[in-house]
Nanobody, 126 residues
Framework: QVQLVESGGGLVQPGGSLRLSCAAS????????MGWYRQAPEKQRELVAA???????NYADSVKGRFTVFRDSAKNTVYLQMNSLKPEDTAVYYC????????????????????WGQGTQVTVSS
């Protein structure tokens, strides 16, 4: 079972920066997409930024020019560099990854996966 472990959240003042990290582990055959979502209180979870295996990147309009997503495929890790943070960026940030894993059994077979991290709180406040 593929697992994601996130780190890097915390409290920061408006205009400050944070970097989130998300490392995938398990019986991974291949990771296709990795990305970050966020959910503020009483709001739906939304895409923040995502990067595909071939390097295509998608950002939410609200973070363009402030956030940068990048991945280290050798380490199965995705990062989110957040600059010029605003109070409205306050949310729980979740990492997501999809790809192919080995499913153990009499014979190990490759199966698709789509998993979420446990979430990390980012609070932007003075």
């Amino acid at each position: 079972q593929v697992q994601l472990v996130e780190s890097g959240g915390g409290l920061v003042q408006p205009g400050g920066s944070l970097r989130l990290s998300c490392a995938a582990s398990g019986s991974i055959v291949r990771i296709n997409g990795m990305g970050w979502y966020r959910q503020a209180p009483e709001k739906q979870r939304e895409l923040v930024a995502a990067v595909t295996r071939d390097g295509s990147i998608n950002y939410a309009d609200s973070v363009k020019g402030r956030f940068t997503v990048f991945r280290d495929s050798a380490k199965n890790t995705v990062y989110l560099q957040m600059n010029s943070l605003k109070p409205e960026d306050t949310a729980v940030y979740y990492c997501n990854a999809d790809g192919v894993q080995w499913r153990s059994g009499v014979i190990s077979v490759p199966t698709d996966f789509n998993v979420w991290g446990q979430g990390t709180q980012v609070t932007v406040s003075s």
